[in-house]
């Protein structure tokens, strides 16, 4: 079993998480893991990585089939005996102007942003080591989003006790108010990938709060941020930030030193904690 320290980004063949695991090649001290959906646009991007004189490796990891997260899974167990630095960057948007009715966008957009996120959180988070680093990649959509959900709403995904089961009910409740048309009635905001990106802010503020409860001693630091606004196949060409710029505040999480004791369980973006 190899005792190198190992990092992996999920959906890191494109985009922030292309650049996410470009800066890690630079500073990470270890294993730097491309992970890609389609093992041939895996592949390409660690030879384009190659080019520039970067060693990434690569695995598949497709977050919405969970053979294959626990493939990854036991592969690192079996490698590396766990995982050191894990970010959850995949992620998808519908454009703007799509026509794919709300429902059906709802249910698509839940699934990969905020299922397939936590599948990977609840099949690798048993394996971070000692001191090991989480992030998780939301948006500062989920903060305007929750802004436009009910009080009641608010309150609930604020909360300092929230279970992740009563998060999950929520967040497949969004869904099936989506299918019967009543999800503004019921107090949700007509956005499906803010409130996907909720989800993923208020997940890390369970998972942070876990940690604390289950393996205080073990000091591993868990966090949500935003990238910012970046120019990807998501964002398009006249977002503010590169690709290298919006891998800016990850890469920070990601590489927090050993003796510090936060930020833990926080939602940030340009490296500062932000209210949630
Ligand atoms: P992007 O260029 O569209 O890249 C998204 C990446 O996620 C691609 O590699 C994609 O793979 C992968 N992916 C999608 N579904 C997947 C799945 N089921 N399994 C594994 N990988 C999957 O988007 P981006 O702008 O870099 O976004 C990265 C993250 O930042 C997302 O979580 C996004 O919500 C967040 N974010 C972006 C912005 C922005 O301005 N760009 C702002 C706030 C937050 P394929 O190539 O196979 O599709």
Known sequence: MS????AVVTGSNKGIGF?????????FPGDVYLTARDPDRGQKAVAKLQEEGLRALFHQLDIDDLQSIRALRDFLKEKYGGLNVLINNAGIAFKVHDTTPFAIQAEVTLKTNFFGTRNVCTELLPLMKPYGKVVNVSSMVSSSALGGCSRELQQKFR???????ELV????????????SVHEKEGWPNTAYGVSKIGVTVL??????????????DHILLNACCPGWVRTD???????KSPDEGAETPVYLALLP?????????FLSNKTVRTW
Do not use: Y
């Not at 005792?3 to 190992?6: A, D, Q, Y």
């Not at 009910?169 to 019967?180: A, G, I, P, S, Y």
């Not at 998501?234 to 503010?240: D, E």
């Not at 050993?258 to 926080?266: N, T, Y």
């Open 19 to 27: 650049a996410i695991v470009r800066a890690l090649c630079k500073q």
């Open 3 to 6: 005792s190198v320290p190992v």
């Open 258 to 266: 050993s003796d510090a004791d936060g930020p833990h369980g926080q």
């Open 159 to 165: 909360s300092d006790t929230i279970t992740e089961d």
């Open 234 to 240: 998501m964002a398009g060409p006249k977002a503010t």
């Open 204 to 217: 890390s503020r369970i998972q942070a709060r876990m940690l604390n409860e289950k393996r205080k001693g």
């Open 169 to 180: 009910e929520l967040m497949t409740k969004f869904v099936e108010d989506t299918k019967k």
